[in-house]
């Protein structure tokens, strides 16, 4: 029992501070500071994400949330400016669609099962066999292993094509390829043979 | 020409300003914490099927060690670490091994994606060498993924 309450707690606490970051990030008009705190954000998700238990999702939000995006965030920063530039203008129609659509999302819970509920639909379908089951048939010690990457092969592998479009995309938009990076770097190196030229007539 | 410069001397390439290069801190920290933050991906790869974790995680963990790298010693240390054309290759290589895996158990009798067929003897086998494998793949594909994109993002300059 006291356990659960000191879990309530940290979950109690971890929630009042995203909720804090959240509106600050609203109210600020700096985009560094903006992205830096995405960043704290991400890491108290993936606290609360430790909290469920779910270890691996934590490890993702923290490298991906906390780390890799909070990187990419500033990478973009280097190219715009650091402040926003349009002067906000608070309307109450957007206030009234946010706040509807939130409670509508909170409505929408109050079908759904209790967190963690073992009665609940999902837990009833094919959990029951993999939990099972899977030992014998695949005899790996951890169940989400298992699904994710025998039962659930084809999904698995549907993801890993899905990243690998994402990286395909941003070379194609973006570049940064290896075939434009040696023509830029032979640029580069054109304009700077062309600079120190130039010096040696100077 | 460029080359006899100095390298601090030459001209700023990336946008992500690395003047951090000189904060002497932040370099013997990076030195100590960066392999750490790459064994621990590998832990985490391999460790998947007893532990929490697999590909995907230890993909954005070694991928995440690789961006501090390039964040504290520079962009181009990375690049010339793990040069793009590497890169590319490595975000084909792991969906390759991925389908590659499937492929064989097609090859083996069974049917796409369907380990068991792996190890003629015990199904249980075969099914823990395909995940072993798909994770791998995984592994590869997310990392250089994520490496793609940084270089995407970071080798702009602002026009």
Known sequence: MGEQAM???????????????????????????GAMLFGIFSLLAAGMQM???????????????AGISTVLFLGALGLTVSEESSARNHRLSALAIVTATGLLLAYGTLDM?????????????????????????????????????????????????????AAVGAILLLG??????????????????????????? | MSDS????????????????????????????????????????????????????????????????HA???GLDALREAIPPVVVEI????????????GLVSMVMGGKFLDYGVLDAHDPAHGQHLGILLVELGVGITVTFVMVAIFYAFAGRSRQ
Do not use: W
Not at chain 1, 16 to 29: E, G, K, T, V, Y
Not at chain 1, 188 to 196: E, V
Not at chain 2, 38 to 62: C, E, K, R, S, T
């Open chain 1, 7 to 33: 879990g309530a707690a940290i979950e109690a606490t971890l929630f009042l501070f995203m909720i804090a970051l959240a509106i600050c990030i609203a109210r600020l008009r700096s985009l560094f500071a």
């Open chain 1, 51 to 65: 909290m469920m238990d779910a270890v691996d999702v934590a490890f993702t939000e923290a490298a991906v949330g």
């Open chain 1, 113 to 165: 099962p209790a967190y963690g509920d073992p009665e609940a639909p999902i837990h009833q379908h094919v959990a029951p066999h993999y939990l099972v089951d899977s030992e014998q048939e695949i005899g790996v010690p951890n169940v989400v292993t298992s699904v994710l990457a025998s039962y659930r092969g084809y999904d698995t592998f549907g993801e890993t094509t899905v990243v690998l479009t």
């Open chain 1, 176 to 202: 940064g390829s290896a075939a434009s990076a040696s023509r830029e770097s032979e640029a580069s190196d054109a304009a700077a043979s062309d600079g120190s030229d130039d010096g040696g007539e100077a």
């Open chain 2, 5 to 68: 410069l100095p390298r601090d001397e030459a001209p700023q390439k990336t946008p992500i300003k690395m003047r951090v290069r000189e904060t002497i801190v932040l370099r013997v920290i990076g030195k100590a914490l960066i392999p750490i933050i790459l064994i621990f991906a590998l832990y985490v790869q391999f460790h998947g099927d007893y532990g929490p974790g697999g590909g995907f995680q230890a993909g954005v963990i070694f991928a995440a060690g690789l961006i501090l």
């Open chain 2, 71 to 73: 964040l504290i010693y």
């Open chain 2, 90 to 101: 490595g975000i084909a290589l792991g969906a390759l091994l991925y389908g590659g895996v």
